[in-house]
């Protein structure tokens, strides 16, 4: 095959529309354009977004409010009292919680917050605990351990 033997696939072109070039054509006299109005002019027509002079949807919307942080730090949450599905004993890690359904994914660092009671001593390895949550664990005879 040689570069000068290349061809589009059939139905690929089409032949441009070419208006006001006699009623014989059958895009003559109005162009496709129809009888008259804003939409018949040359340069006629309406912005995006126009409703006819109705208050446009765009302008109906509340504005910005507030601000958003871009340093905000995303955080899986898991509460003490979710961790009594572990074993005593056990050392609780984002891998752990992940293969126990307590956690989406492995992505995100993992919080662990103080609602609920914890029945049993743990090995908490995670990347942020609230001191509630703290309180408890090391309550029920567990250790915490902060990992980065």
């Given at each position: 095959?040689?570069?000068?033997?290349?061809?589009?696939?059939?139905?690929?072109?089409?032949?441009?529309?070419?208006?006001?070039?006699?009623?014989?054509?059958?895009?003559?006299?109005?162009?496709?354009?129809?009888?008259?109005?804003?939409?018949?002019?040359?340069?006629?027509?309406?912005?995006?977004?126009?409703?006819?002079g109705q208050?446009?949807l765009i302008?109906?919307?509340?504005?910005?409010?507030?601000?958003?942080?871009?340093?905000?730090?995303?955080?899986?949450?898991?509460?003490?009292?979710?961790?009594?599905?572990?074993?005593?004993?056990?050392?609780?890690?984002?891998?752990?919680?992940?293969?126990?359904?307590?956690?989406?994914?492995?992505?995100?660092?993992?919080?662990?917050?103080?609602?609920?009671?914890?029945?049993?001593?743990?090995?908490?390895?995670?990347?942020?605990?609230?001191?509630?949550?703290?309180?408890?664990?090391?309550?029920?005879?567990?250790?915490?351990?902060?990992?980065?």
């Amino acid at each position: 095959m040689k570069q000068n033997e290349l061809n589009p696939p059939v139905g690929a072109k089409h032949k441009s529309k070419r208006v006001g070039r006699g009623d014989g054509s059958g895009h003559g006299c109005y162009s496709g354009r129809g009888i008259k109005g804003q939409k018949s002019r040359s340069g006629g027509g309406v912005r995006p977004g126009f409703e006819g002079g109705q208050l446009a949807l765009i302008k109906r919307l509340p504005g910005k409010r507030g601000f958003t942080n871009i340093f905000k730090k995303e955080y899986s949450i898991v509460n003490v009292g979710d961790l009594n599905v572990f074993s005593p004993g056990d050392e609780v890690t984002p891998q752990n919680l992940f293969q126990a359904r307590l956690v989406r994914s492995t992505s995100l660092p993992v919080k662990v917050l103080g609602d609920g009671e914890i029945r049993h001593a743990l090995t908490v390895k995670v990347n942020k605990i609230s001191a509630a949550a703290e309180a408890k664990i090391i309550a029920a005879g567990g250790k915490v351990q902060k990992i980065l």
